[in-house]
């Protein structure tokens, strides 16, 4: 069970960049998918996360600009950026709570699923 996450790059302030989290391997049940970004210098943070039905939660500093979506027949999860501020700096990482079969005798494991980050550059 992976998960893939992609979409950073550079981009100026104002502007805009579209994430992509993708899930694959054997999974059984993918339920709340989130994106979270550590900027240099601090913790880690919830950006948005979405459940499996939709539903959908935003940090304070991103509403209205950010829109997190998934698509759950593709087992992907978006995040839309619009209007970055250089504040907006970080890797941004995925996650998912999920169900998936691990290894090659079948063991089911349940829990949280980290991707490997992309990098988020936003230039003044």
């Known amino acids: 069970v992976q998960l893939q996450a992609s979409g950073g790059g550079l981009v100026q302030a104002g502007g805009s960049l579209r994430l992509s989290c993708a899930a694959s391997g054997r999974i059984i049940s993918l339920n709340t998918m989130g994106w979270y970004r550590q900027g240099p210098g601090k913790q880690r943070e919830l950006v948005a996360d979405i459940t499996s039905g939709g539903t959908t939660n935003y940090a304070d500093s991103v509403k209205g600009r950010f829109t997190i979506s998934r698509d759950n027949a593709k087992q992907t999860m978006y995040l839309q950026m619009n209007s970055l501020k250089p504040e907006d700096t970080a890797v941004y990482y995925c996650?998912?709570?999920?169900?998936?079969?691990?290894?090659?005798?079948?063991?089911?494991?349940?829990?949280?699923?980290w991707g490997q980050g992309t990098l988020v550059t936003v230039s003044s």
């Open positions: 996650n998912a709570d999920l169900v998936g079969i691990v290894d090659a005798v079948d063991t089911v494991q349940a829990g949280i699923f």
